[in-house]
């Protein structure tokens, strides 16, 4: 079943200014429109068979509490409650047994009943914007859990915070104020994907090592200085990001990642990559792009399995010779960088498909000039997409 819309939420778009009272008063009438579409929704579900329905989306609301009938609706998987006023886990959620999605983001809620242990078939649970401060502690009986968030708070986890969420695969931390986790995060035996963006994070827990099913690990915009050798040590790692950090320097032990896949290195202030970047043998995507580099590893020919490939806005003048020796690589950013000059070669990498080669020192007004011209124009022969 379709939303219904009376209106569009309210956009304040171009160059007119408006004083703090026209503002709320903006926002009033944005309430009342949200809370008539709220209503007219509600409406429109209580006409339709109860077995035909199997979405619930309740956003913007601005509800307190919520009707009980809507219990009556057995066959839903999918609930969005998002951006309303509650403080508690609305009743009529557990009278329905399918129920596998839920959003509770941006509500009032500082704690979990321990009812919700009733949500035998939940697989995903959303969080984001309340006002809890640690783990909900009985988030620990949802047995069937598998997808958490919890971003957009203050979080400070204890040695009991890690120990409720055991079941879960696949866990977001996004802008939660964290500056250290707890030595006991080994207890996440489950956990494939952590997302700890925007945190103030500079050092790991020794034991995060021993997460061997961890696939995906995130830290764009912490404070990492250095990629902590536990995280080398990830066995099963396939993407690992560290963009918006403060890195300085790669350890040579990034080789023992066997499995990696993605490697996202760019905003740091990188100078130089260790040789044994290149025993990265399953690795597809690097980006390296915005640090300071002069140079490749001379082995990152090696990497047989790169298709993609970011240096742009670093300091390079020669050409990395070592790039032409990758068999599949599929996109190359050369942008922003200070080269002397371009090799005809790269006319003859098999798998190139798009170039891009913007914003470099020996630019004039045409985009790029006489010097680069011949093997751009020739990579476009060849049906390389060049932007420059």
């Not at 931390?173 to 700890?196: G, H």
């Not at 918006?244 to 993605?262: A, D, G, H, K, R």
């Amino acid at each position: 079943m379709a939303l219904l819309v009376l209106a569009p939420r309210i956009l304040v778009q171009g160059q007119r200014q408006f004083t703090k009272a026209q503002i709320d008063s903006l926002a009033q009438v944005q309430m009342l429109l949200d809370s008539i579409n709220a209503e007219l929704y509600l409406a429109k579900l209580k006409a339709q068979p109860v077995d035909s329905v199997t979405e619930i989306s309740l956003p913007n609301g601005h509800f307190k509490t919520l009707p009980d009938w809507l219990g009556d609706y057995k066959q839903v998987t999918w609930v969005d409650l998002s951006h309303n006023q509650l403080t508690t886990v609305p009743d009529f959620l557990y009278q329905l047994p399918k129920l596998k999605t839920v959003d509770l983001s941006a509500n009032q809620l500082d704690r979990l009943p321990r009812k919700v242990r009733r949500l035998k078939k939940l697989d995903k649970l959303r969080l984001n914007s309340n006002q809890f401060s640690d783990v909900p502690k009985h988030v620990k009986h949802i047995k069937s859990l598998r997808k958490l968030e919890l971003s957009q708070m203050r979080l400070q986890f204890n040695k009991r915070s890690f120990k409720r969420i055991r079941q879960v695969e696949h866990l977001q931390f996004i802008n939660s104020d964290i500056s250290e986790l707890p030595e006991n995060i080994a207890v996440l035996k489950r956990v494939q994907v952590i997302n700890f963006s925007n945190n103030q994070m500079s050092s790991l827990p020794e034991s995060i090592q021993e997460l061997s099913t961890l696939k995906t690990l995130i830290f764009y915009r912490n404070n990492f200085t250095h990629i902590p050798l536990a995280v080398c040590r990830l066995d099963s790692l396939r993407e690992l990001d560290f963009y918006y950090n403060q890195l300085e320097e790669v350890p040579e032990e990034i080789s023992e990642l066997s499995t990696l896949q993605q490697l996202y290195l760019s905003f740091n202030k990188l100078e130089e990559l260790p040789e044994s970047l290149g025993q990265l043998g399953q690795l597809s995507q690097l980006y390296l792009h915005d640090n300071d580099l002069t140079a490749l590893p001379t082995t990152i020919g090696a990497i047989k399995t790169l298709e993609i490939l970011h240096i742009q806005n670093n300091n390079f003048v020669i050409f990395p010779e070592e790039v032409l020796a990758l068999p599949v690589l599929k996109e190359l950013d050369l942008s922003g960088n200070l080269w002397d000059e371009l090799p005809g070669e790269l006319a003859d990498m098999p798998k190139l498909e798009v170039l891009f080669f913007r914003n470099n020192i020996q630019e004039d007004e045409t985009g790029a000039n006489e010097l680069f011209l011949p093997v751009l124009k020739a990579l476009e022969a060849k049906k390389v997409r060049v932007f420059y």
